[in-house]
């Protein structure tokens, strides 16, 4: 009874289809994106560059002084570092989980900072970035599921 009101009339079928379709769509934009508690460790990288330098000169002259600093670092679960030929290095710190994260950032800041001046040269020219990652792969599964 109710599809024969569709069936004689589409325009008004498809009009109404049009409508849902962009409520559907608003709706979507105002969900939350993070509904589920955060199972994942807060991490912060610290990114530098040193040009013209091998693996080694970079380990023991970079990446040494770093993470030394790094360590004892409040709530740290732990760090993983690389090195490449190219003279690139990053630094990955974890922290426990349920960390705040901008608190992270600040303290792992704080310890590039110490380490600075034991650095070369080189290095603090080219910069050392320290940014946050939060990689929330429940939220996407979930998404697409």
């Known amino acids: ?26 709706a979507m934009l105002a969900l939350p994106v993070e509904q589920y508690p955060d199972v994942t460790p807060p991490e912060v990288n610290v990114q530098t560059r040193y040009p013209g330098a091998s693996a080694e000169v970079v380990a023991a002259t970079v990446a040494a ?10 709530n740290m679960i732990y760090m993983e570092s690389d090195c490449d030929n190219q ?11 349920g960390t ?10 704080n310890r590039v900072s110490q380490a600075t001046p ?12 320290v940014s946050s990652l939060r ?11």
């Open 1 to 26: 009874m109710l599809a024969r009101i569709f069936i004689s009339r589409p325009r008004f079928a498809m009009v109404i289809s049009i409508v849902l379709t962009l409520a559907g769509a608003l």
């Open 65 to 74: 002084p770093l993470e030394e600093e790094m360590n004892g670092v409040e």
């Open 87 to 97: 003279g690139n290095y990053s630094l990955t710190v974890t922290f426990a989980v």
């Open 100 to 109: 705040d994260l901008d608190m992270c950032l600040v303290k792992v800041q």
């Open 118 to 129: 034991r650095l070369p040269s080189e290095v603090t020219e080219q910069g050392l970035s």
């Open 135 to 145: 990689s929330s792969i429940l939220g996407i599964v979930s998404f697409f599921s």
